[in-house]
């Protein structure tokens, strides 16, 4: 088991920018394919970008404001996200897994979710 723990939410206004990270216990992190997602009020959780254990593979909802990165050597995760608007408000979720994939059911380890909320 690799815990992870997800600091980094809280209240912006639209237009700011926030970056989250992903902080993994454990020695076998670089391994994995991280990514994170995120879920609104009475929606499914959705993807929001994912990257390969090289950081050489990525997807990204919106490359124009989200950016994922990691940092193996301190076995994080992070997304970096630019002029956040009402409709970016959810509970963001990171986790990890054996390979990338924009599915929920690639990833076997789950952060505890963090709120971000976007005020207009």
């Known amino acids: 088991q690799v815990p992870l723990a997800e600091p980094g939410g809280g209240v912006e206004q639209a237009g700011a920018a926030l970056k989250l990270s992903c902080a993994a216990s454990?020695?076998?992190?670089?391994?994995?394919?991280a990514a994170w997602f995120r879920q609104a009020p009475g929606k499914e959780r959705e993807i929001v970008a994912v990257?390969?254990?090289?950081?050489?593979n990525t997807y990204n909802v919106d490359p124009g404001r989200f950016t994922i990165s990691r940092d193996n050597a301190k076995n994080t995760v992070y997304l970096q996200m630019n002029s956040l608007r009402p409709e970016d408000t959810a509970v963001y979720y990171c986790?990890?897994?054996?390979?990338?994939?924009?599915?929920?059911?690639?990833?076997?380890?789950w952060g505890q979710g963090t709120q971000v909320t976007v005020a207009s």
């Open positions: 454990g020695r076998t992190f670089s391994r994995y394919a």
């Open positions: 990257i390969g254990w090289n950081a050489g």
């Open positions: 986790a990890i897994g054996p390979s990338i994939s924009r599915s929920t059911l690639a990833y076997n380890l």
